[in-house]
């Protein structure tokens, strides 16, 4: 599968923006799908991750109650809603995909086979 994000930008700190993965080459079916990002001089680190076949959801403690990911079957496609962003937020997000969703897993990145490119989150005033 082949994925693209997309949705990224500038932002005001408690501003809102939705990332956009789009899936081809392949249905998502039974797939996991994850976001990561990517600070500067930091490591890749997990963000949220979606069960497609059922809806189920993981997310980071640090976007608990501000970050939604969401499927949009028709589209084969996966939205990250992000309210309140703050500054810590700010980022290269990638998503990532998985054939098969890992029970006790799908939070590091070796649990996904397939990477998109990144969009770039910026939060500044």
């Known amino acids: 599968v082949q994925l693209q994000a997309s949705g990224g930008g500038l932002v005001q700190p408690g501003g809102s923006l939705r990332l956009s993965c789009v899936g081809s080459?392949?249905?998502?079916?039974?797939?996991?799908i994850g976001w990561f990002r990517q600070a500067p001089g930091k490591e890749r680190e997990f963000v949220a991750a979606?069960?497609?076949?059922?809806?189920?959801?993981l997310y980071a403690d640090s976007v608990k109650g501000r970050f939604t990911i969401s499927r949009e079957r028709a589209k084969n496609t996966v939205h990250l809603q992000m309210n309140s962003l703050k500054a810590d937020d700010m980022a290269v997000y990638y998503c990532?995909?998985?054939?098969?969703?890992?029970?006790?897993?799908?939070?590091?990145?070796?649990?996904?086979?397939?990477w998109g490119q990144g969009t770039q989150v910026t939060v500044s005033s």
């Open positions: 979606i069960r497609w076949s059922t809806g189920a959801t």
């Open positions: 080459g392949d249905s998502f079916g039974n797939y996991g």
């Open positions: 990532a995909a998985r054939p098969r969703w890992l029970v006790g897993g799908m939070t590091k990145a070796d649990d996904y086979a397939y």
